[in-house]
T-cell receptor, first 111, second 118 residues
Framework: QTVVTQEPSLTVSPGGTVTLTCASS?????????PSWFQQKPGQTPRALMF???NKYSWTPARFSGSLLGGKAALTLSGVQPEDEADYYC???????????FGGGTKLTVL | VQLVESGGGVVQPGGSLRLSCAAS????????MIWVRQAPGKGLEWVAN????????FYMDSLRGRISISRDNTKDSLFLHMFGLTVEDAALYFC????????????WGQGALIAVSS
């Protein structure tokens, strides 16, 4: 069974920079996994932030960016705002089965 | 884009259920559609998706054989049939729409809650 792993929790100061990562049990994550990122605030529906590793939706704030880092997908928040406190989920595509798998999520605290 | 789920409720263990999702605000039959679930206090789980014309369906490994995704493009509707429900299937089930190639789950509904209890 494929497992996608994220940091369970991270803390960042307002105005700071933080990087969340997303690893696959199958090996290094590449652009062929088409990494996506989602934000979910308490009691709210998830919101898509990034697709295909580093592409933003029209509603995604400029301070969010996506990349590959050390064999993992990464989401970097630069100039973190208090409203960025949320759970963040990555989503990876597995071409061998044409399925997608979410990571376990990272709880980001802005403190 | 608007996605509105319905059909949730309480089901007995071993029972079955059909969730529906009414879509509006976009050209439904141009988009892949997805079901995602979230158990209380837990993370997101990708459940299944279906191609724009309905010919391609793909399922989460552990649920394959107990669920069926389908769509009716004449009614801009998406469905999820679930069989042999267990307590582990209790969750909020979200309908989502792809925003284009590789833009899985760009748009989300508010979810439909399934509880499994005797």
């Amino acid at each position: 069974q494929t497992v996608v792993t994220q940091e369970p929790s991270l803390t960042v100061s307002p105005g700071g920079t933080v990087t969340l990562t997303c690893a696959s049990s199958t090996g290094a994550v590449t652009s062929n996994y088409y990494p996506s990122w989602f934000q979910q605030k308490p009691g709210q529906t998830p919101r898509a932030l990034m697709f295909s590793m580093n592409n933003k939706y029209s509603w995604t704030p400029a301070r969010f960016s996506g990349s590959l880092l050390g064999g993992k997908a990464a989401l970097t928040l630069s100039g973190v705002q208090p409203e960025d406190e949320a759970d963040y989920y990555c989503l990876l595509y597995y071409g061998s089965s044409n399925t997608w798998v979410f990571g376990g999520g990272t709880k980001l605290t802005v403190l | 884009v608007q996605l509105v789920e319905s059909g949730g409720g309480v089901v007995q263990p071993g029972g079955s259920l059909r969730l529906s999702c009414a879509a509006s605000g976009f050209i439904f039959d141009n988009h892949w559609m997805i079901w995602v679930r979230q158990a209380p206090g837990k993370g997101l789980e990708w459940v299944a998706n279906i191609s724009p014309d309905g010919s391609g369906t793909f399922y989460m490994d552990s649920l394959r054989g107990r669920i069926s995704i389908s769509r009716d493009n004449t009614k801009d509707s998406l469905f999820l049939h679930m069989f042999g429900l267990t307590v582990e299937d209790a969750a909020l089930y979200f309908c989502a729409a792809a925003g284009g190639p590789w833009r899985e789950a760009a748009y989300w509904g508010q979810g439909a809650l399934i509880a499994v209890s005797s």
